[in-house]
């Protein structure tokens, strides 16, 4: 049998690895860990057996971070300091364009492998730019299905450092929307989610929307719209957060503030920390009043979690839109059928909370035959935070 070599870029399973570290490297607002599944992304898509993010210093002339796959613990330690940027590695930050190359060993360039390195041929070097300026590098070496990584494997690197680029660029936003409180830094903080985040990801949108045009594998087809979805739900989120931004003042008593409190509160008898989503200007269209009867909600509901549902996974979702605050938790665990439907007091409390509120209370099936709790309540023209 004559092996042909890896599919091309635009193959149905090359497409589908690609959008799976897509949503991977999407899914994180974290930069530590946008910077770790970036380069677990990238070795899963080109078969390395090795993988490693160098980020660039303030003079863009060393490395100042390194994150690295596929070495153990012990290896890693035996090896020492973490490589600054020479040799090969320095290439790409010299001259940040695409490097492919059989053997390290051969390249005029190579530097050498210090005591302890595991011994590394085949080499793919790509670079990771943000608004025109290089971030960092990916660096993949040793491809296992074969001698040399192609030129579809380069395709493939180039287009997962593009999406790469935009997951760092929202993760570094939303720490430094963390850390700062005035007025001036939150306008400019909304202005770049605006003008630059949701650009992006509408104009990846388009991309993945162009692709399915090209695919005619009914599997991969959905997948790619199920990508654009997320983009999406994304671009709702992100919009959210700019009317938060843009409040004259964002006060003590938020209620995004509070919930993801709870669920810090929460995470140790949990055992996991629930996936919390807001959608709509959640600070300025619930009053005290309302914050007050959402927030025990969401305690009784974590709490029931906790103790009742034998969960590994939950989700919050809180939306404020069309005259209504719906939240939604959801969970994997042992289902409407187990002791919740019957335990204590707690579901009933928070049924007449809502109702006290003009609302209503729902538990149905959730997360593989968990649980879905749905408590929504009419937001009033005169409801919300007025502006101090």
Same mark, same amino acid.
């Given at each position: 049998?004559?092996?042909?070599?890896?599919?091309?870029?635009?193959?149905?399973?090359?497409?589908?690895?690609?959008l799976?570290?897509?949503?991977s490297?999407?899914?994180?607002?974290?930069?530590?860990?946008?910077?770790?599944?970036?380069?677990?992304?990238?070795?899963?898509?080109?078969? $390395?057996?090795?993988g490693?993010?160098?980020?660039?210093?303030?003079?863009?002339?060393?490395?100042?971070?390194?994150?690295?796959?596929?070495?153990?613990?012990?290896?890693?330690?035996?090896?020492?300091?973490?490589?600054?940027?020479?040799?090969?590695?320095?290439?790409?930050?010299?001259?940040?364009?695409?490097?492919?190359?059989?053997?390290? $060993?051969?390249?005029?360039?190579?530097?050498?492998?210090?005591?302890?390195h595991?011994?590394?041929?085949?080499?793919?070097?790509?670079?990771?730019?943000?608004?025109?300026?290089?971030?960092?590098?990916?660096?993949?070496?040793?491809?296992?299905?074969?001698?040399?990584?192609?030129?579809?494997?380069?395709?493939?690197?180039?287009?997962?450092?593009?999406?790469?680029?935009?997951?760092?660029?929202?993760?570094?936003?939303?720490?430094?929307?963390?850390?700062?409180?005035?007025?001036?830094?939150?306008?400019?903080?909304?202005?770049?989610?605006?003008?630059?985040?949701?650009?992006?990801?509408? $104009?990846?949108?388009?991309?993945?929307?162009?692709?399915?045009?090209?695919?005619?594998?009914?599997?991969?087809a959905?997948?790619?719209?199920?990508?654009?979805?997320?983009?999406?739900?994304?671009?709702?989120?992100?919009?959210?957060?700019?009317?938060?931004?843009?409040?004259?003042?964002?006060?003590?008593?938020?209620?995004r503030?509070?919930?993801?409190?709870?669920?810090?509160?929460?995470?140790?008898?949990?055992?996991?920390?629930?996936?919390?989503?807001?959608?709509?200007?959640?600070?300025?269209?619930?009053?005290?009043?309302?914050?007050?009867?959402?927030?025990?909600?969401?305690?009784?509901?974590?709490?029931?979690?906790?103790?009742?549902?034998?969960?590994?996974?939950?989700?919050?979702?809180?939306?404020?839109?069309?005259?209504?605050?719906?939240?939604?938790?959801?969970?994997?665990?042992?289902?409407?059928?187990?002791?919740?439907?019957?335990?204590?007091?707690?579901?009933?409390?928070?049924?007449?909370?809502?109702?006290?509120?003009?609302?209503?209370?729902?538990?149905?099936?959730?997360?593989?035959?968990?649980c879905?709790?749905?408590?929504?309540?009419?937001?009033?023209?005169?409801?919300?935070?007025?502006?101090?």
């Amino acid at each position: 049998m004559v092996d042909d070599g890896p599919p091309p870029a635009d193959h149905p399973s090359s497409l589908q690895r690609l959008l799976d570290a897509v949503i991977s490297v999407g899914s994180e607002l974290s930069l530590p860990v946008v910077l770790e599944r970036i380069v677990e992304a990238a070795t899963q898509l080109v078969d $390395a057996r090795y993988g490693a993010l160098g980020v660039l210093d303030e003079d863009r002339r060393t490395l100042a971070e390194f994150i690295t796959v596929g070495l153990s613990p012990d290896v890693e330690a035996s090896i020492g300091e973490l490589p600054k940027g020479r040799g090969i590695l320095g290439l790409l930050i010299v001259d940040p364009a695409p490097i492919r190359l059989t053997n390290l $060993a051969d390249h005029p360039d190579s530097y050498g492998m210090p005591p302890g390195h595991p011994p590394m041929t085949s080499f793919l070097g790509v670079p990771i730019r943000i608004r025109g300026e290089v971030f960092g590098n990916l660096y993949l070496t040793d491809k296992r299905t074969a001698a040399e990584f192609s030129e579809a494997d380069e395709e493939l690197a180039v287009a997962l450092a593009s999406v790469a680029a935009m997951a760092v660029e929202n993760a570094r936003l939303h720490a430094r929307l963390a850390d700062m409180a005035l007025v001036e830094d939150r306008e400019r903080i909304a202005r770049d989610l605006h003008d630059t985040v949701i650009q992006r990801l509408f $104009a990846t949108g388009l991309v993945l929307q162009g692709l399915s045009g090209r695919v005619h594998d009914a599997t991969v087809a959905e997948r790619l719209q199920q990508s654009v979805d997320e983009l999406d739900d994304t671009v709702r989120h992100i919009r959210s957060t700019i009317f938060e931004l843009q409040r004259p003042d964002p006060g003590d008593n938020s209620v995004r503030r509070a919930i993801l409190d709870l669920v810090d509160e929460a995470t140790e008898t949990l055992g996991f920390r629930a996936t919390t989503r807001f959608s709509g200007p959640v600070d300025t269209l619930v009053d005290a009043a309302t914050s007050d009867q959402l927030l025990a909600v969401v305690r009784e509901a974590l709490s029931n979690v906790a103790r009742h549902a034998r969960a590994s996974r939950a989700e919050i979702d809180l939306t404020t839109g069309d005259g209504l605050l719906t939240l939604v938790i959801l969970d994997d665990g042992r289902g409407i059928a187990g002791p919740r439907a019957t335990d204590g007091h707690g579901l009933a409390n928070m049924e007449q909370r809502a109702a006290a509120l003009g609302g209503t209370f729902t538990l149905t099936s959730g997360l593989d035959d968990g649980c879905r709790l749905q408590w929504q309540i009419p937001l009033s023209p005169a409801s919300g935070r007025s502006a101090r």
